[in-house]
């Protein structure tokens, strides 16, 4: 016997498809903006206006910082429903067409 589709279960369908969506652009374009500072960094590097010392002094001052961040995205992994198939193929949509 097939199962009754209802109203709520086609929402939240919906939801967690469109949730997998932003959340795959979001990844994309983060990935794109990490990209551009990782090349103007080695810009820097190259031409001399930065220091290898510099750019460790400033990864050990965020690092300082990851417990905190770590932290308020453990709770972010409650609310997101990640382990939704519709999730996960809206995540995989949203990285590949971005």
């Known amino acids: ?7 709520s279960g086609i929402v939240s369908l919906v939801v967690a498809f469109l ?5 795959g652009l979001l990844v994309r374009k983060v990935i794109a903006v990490g ?7 080695l ?5 001399g206006y930065i220091t290898p010392n510099q750019i460790v002094t400033f ?11 770590l932290s308020k995205a453990n709770a972010l ?3 997101i429903p990640y382990d939704s198939l519709v999730f996960i193929i809206g995540f995989v949509i949203g990285i590949i067409k971005g």
């Open 43 to 47: 810009i820097l590097l190259a031409v």
């Open 1 to 7: 016997m097939l199962p009754v589709i209802t109203t």
């Open 35 to 41: 990209l551009i500072l990782l090349a103007i960094v």
């Open 59 to 69: 990864l050990h001052s965020v690092s300082s910082q990851l417990p905190s961040i």
């Open 77 to 79: 992994k409650g609310i």
């Open 19 to 23: 949730l997998g969506l932003l959340i």
